[in-house]
């Protein structure tokens, strides 16, 4: 999986419990990237970075929170986890030049159920 | 705003049968799409891309995808399915910057 590690790979948690899941990279890729997967929706993107420090919301961030303080780690929190939470989790990605620009790499994901 | 849809949740094909994996896009000035493969418990992988150029693009695994501009269509194809092929495919458009939206998917079941 593209030297990308995802953790934890299986978490079980109870509603109202912070939770926070880690991605890290060995690519040294500038963009990093946190989907969920849910059966009719495909992958959502949540959140994203575009480097240290910088990231932005994506089109499912309400509950989550994410952080970049180091190129190689984005971390993904659920402030208080809900039900509708339950998922799973990829982190990916990308390099905005050379041959393989735009192309996304996929950790091997994170499943998540809330209680 | 950019988007794809899949409009199969599922093909079935048998195995040494051509596959065909439907994918029409929306975009606003020229397309970047991707085609990605799922397995079980498994993250995304990519399997190939259109940029610009030839309109039959190949990928790994023996895949291949023609760009339809006319039709706005970027169907996957394999000449011969295998058992193997079975899993869950992805189509994609790049959003601005370097967001990527992904299609709902399309689960190809190969029959041996």
């Known amino acids: 999986d593209a030297g990308i590690t995802q953790s934890p790979r299986h978490k079980v948690t109870e509603t109202g419990t912070p939770v926070t899941l880690r991605c890290h990279q060995t690519?040294?890729?500038?963009?990093m990237y946190w989907y969920r997967q849910d059966p009719g929706h495909g992958l959502r993107l949540i959140h994203y970075?575009?480097?240290?420090?910088?990231?932005d919301k994506g089109e499912v961030s309400d509950g989550y929170s994410v952080s970049r303080s180091k190129t190689e780690d984005f971390l993904l929190t659920l402030e208080s986890a809900t039900s509708s939470q339950t998922s799973v989790y990829f982190c990916?990605?990308?390099?905005?030049?050379?041959?393989?620009?735009?192309?996304?790499?996929f950790g091997a994901g994170t499943r998540l159920s809330v209680l | 705003a950019q988007s794809v849809a899949q409009p199969e949740d599922q093909v079935n094909v048998a195995e040494g049968n051509p596959l065909t994996v439907k994918c029409t896009y929306s975009?606003?000035?020229?397309?970047?799409l991707f085609w990605y493969v799922q397995y079980p418990n498994r993250g995304l992988q990519f399997l190939l891309k259109?940029?610009?150029?030839?309109?039959l693009v190949k990928g790994s695994y023996g895949f291949e995808a023609e760009f339809n501009k006319s039709q706005t269509s970027f169907h996957l194809k394999k000449p011969s399915a295998l058992v193997s092929d079975s899993a869950l495919y992805f189509c994609?458009?790049?959003?601005?910057?370097?967001?990527?939206?992904f299609g709902a998917g399309t689960r190809l079941f190969v029959k041996a």
């Open positions: 990916a990605i990308s390099e905005p030049s050379g041959e393989a620009k735009n192309i996304q790499y």
């Open positions: 690519e040294n890729h500038r963009y």
């Open positions: 970075s575009y480097g240290v420090k910088d990231t």
């Open positions: 975009v606003s000035g020229n397309p970047y």
């Open positions: 259109y940029i610009t150029g030839d309109n």
């Open positions: 994609a458009v790049r959003d601005s910057g370097f967001k990527t939206i």
